[in-house]
């Protein structure tokens, strides 16, 4: 049982195209966020997300958008894709802002 | 920017060795969570520990400890005998009053046979 999943796991595509990754966490957690790992393995927020609220990082692209279906899914679109966009993107979810769990990662190369 | 800071880019260790992953913190919070997540090769972001500000109780968990020094503004994390699965990227980091972790830029652990 996995307790929180992205789609695709990796992704490539163009420089000026739309797309789209999707997150699910079947723990129950009330928030939900996105980070940015590039490649020397920085760490960034983008997003952190829960029924009340949205923090956006304000470093990040007005390109980038989160949307949440529902409490369990926290999906990230990104649009006219550069490639300064490639890097590996987490999901994580927590409890109450407790311990975020992350998922697998997605790589997303923009070439 | 109130960061985080592993001032250890990279470590390298011979196997059965014990290694010390230090991480030094800035914040104005008088109360505020610490973290240490492990990414293996594979590429997962795993969780290991997080310390509450009041607890300044160092924790042991096997071959895993950590020390909390206030005083000083560090979290360090050292492993006992170090095993071949221990390499990793090991990364610090705080949880700012937003409830997002400012991250470390993380201290590539190499454990040689």
């Known amino acids: 049982d996995t307790a929180v999943s992205q789609t695709p796991k990796y992704l490539v595509t163009q420089m000026g195209n739309d797309k789209s990754i999707k997150c699910e966490q079947n723990?129950?957690?009330?928030?939900m966020y996105w980070y940015k790992q590039d490649s020397k393995k920085f760490l960034k927020i983008m997003f952190s997300y829960n029924n009340k609220e949205l923090i956006i990082n304000e470093t990040v692209p007005n390109r980038f958008s989160p949307k949440s279906p529902d409490k369990a899914h926290l999906n990230l679109h990104i649009n006219s894709l550069e490639l300064g966009d490639s890097a590996v993107y987490f999901c994580a979810s927590s409890q109450d802002r407790g311990v975020q769990y992350f998922g697998p990662g997605t790589r997303l190369t923009v070439t | 920017a109130q960061k985080v800071t592993q001032a250890q880019t990279e470590i390298s260790v011979v196997e059965k060795e014990d290694v010390t992953l230090d991480c030094v913190y800035e914040?104005?919070?008088?109360?505020?969570?610490l973290f240490w997540y492990k990414q293996p090769p594979s590429g997962e972001l795993v969780f290991l520990i997080r310390?509450?500000?009041?607890d300044e109780q160092n924790e042991i968990s096997g071959r895993y400890s950590w020390n909390f020094q206030k005083s000083t503004s560090s979290f360090n994390f050292t492993i006992t005998a170090s095993q071949v699965v221990d390499s990793a990227v090991y990364f610090c980091?705080?949880?700012?009053?937003?409830?997002?972790?400012?991250w470390g830029a993380g201290t590539k652990l190499i454990i040689k046979p």
């Open positions: 914040t104005r919070d008088t109360t505020y969570y």
């Open positions: 310390r509450n500000s009041f």
């Open positions: 723990l129950g957690h009330d928030t």
């Open positions: 980091a705080r949880m700012d009053s937003n409830y997002q972790l400012i």
